[in-house]
């Protein structure tokens, strides 16, 4: 097997959470919502859907036919409302499997077709399954261990986080290397067992990190406690404590601009000096 067979890839092509912000002062770290393309040697993982994945997809229009498996985290808006405009999924030839959890109050492919609905969206998800890719849809358990890829090389397990309606953490497995994806999670005033039995010992850990100190315990305003989001602090604690090798911030709040981002990373690096935050094009070999 060649080398470039065996890389492991990350890509950021949506780091925002909430809501997209472009603008001048999103500049540096970006403003879509959460979209991460992985590549495991010649395997396809996309992890959420939100803004980011527009322009993922115009990206894989340069390939010929793209097989992919797609997890969602949860199916809050910010992480399913890029759908509509992911042009693969209009090609014929295309193929996904769409990775949901099975005890979300409602199916993933229920969620996907209801925004898609007129007067909402001109184009409903079944026109575009008529006609377009192949969409199939799994249903997984929180802790569930599963294998993707033609010949399953690659090892996905998963737990649920602390956060409003059932979001799924993932650790991704591929040549003996791996990466834990937990947005959309509060690890305060610890993490979940959950959390840390999944990313101990990870290569990279990318951490929720939506509120300052200050703003999580409503030192300038509201509190945020239980919102389901943590802070640079408490990521950086977690990344520590299951020995993590490195560190990435995610899901920035609409609010922050790259400033902002910039002071919460110096906190965050002040506690596990590995850590950056993640910013729309920013790639990461494993």
């Known amino acids: 097997m060649s080398k470039e067979a065996k890389d492991f890839r990350i890509r950021f092509w949506g780091t925002r959470g909430s809501i997209p912000v472009p603008g001048r002062n999103t500049l540096k770290y970006g403003g879509n919502t959460s979209c991460l393309e992985i590549r495991c040697g010649e395997e396809l993982i996309i992890i959420d859907a939100g803004t980011g994945i527009r322009n993922l997809g115009t990206e894989l229009l340069k390939e010929t036919s793209v097989k992919a498996s797609i997890l969602f985290s949860h199916v809050h808006w910010d992480h399913i409302q890029g759908i509509p405009f992911f042009r693969p999924a209009y090609k014929p030839g295309n193929g996904f499997k769409l990775y949901g959890n099975r005890n979300w109050d409602t199916k993933l492919e229920y969620v996907l077709r209801w925004q898609m609905q007129k007067p909402n969206f001109p184009v409903t998800l079944e026109e575009v399954n008529s006609v377009g890719a192949k969409m199939e849809y799994i249903d997984i ?73 200050d703003e999580y315990y409503g030192l300038d305003g509201d509190p945020k406690i239980n919102w389901g989001h943590s802070t640079p602090e408490s990521a950086a604690r977690t990344a520590l404590g299951v020995h993590a090798k490195k560190l990435v911030l995610f899901h920035h709040d609409p609010y922050h601009d790259d400033k902002t981002i910039d002071e919460m990373l110096q906190s965050a690096s002040a506690i596990f000096p590995n850590s950056v935050a993640a910013y729309e094009g920013m790639v990461i070999e494993i």
């Open 141 to 213: 358990e929180s802790g569930e261990v599963f294998n993707v890829g033609k010949d399953g090389q690659v090892t996905i397990r998963s737990t649920e986080l602390h956060h409003p309606d059932k979001a799924f953490g993932f650790r991704i497995e591929y040549d003996g290397k791996n990466i834990v994806f937990a947005t959309d999670t509060e690890s305060l005033p610890e993490p979940d067992p959950g959390l840390v039995e999944l990313s101990n010992g990870t290569d990279l850990l990318i951490h929720d990190a939506q509120y300052t100190r």
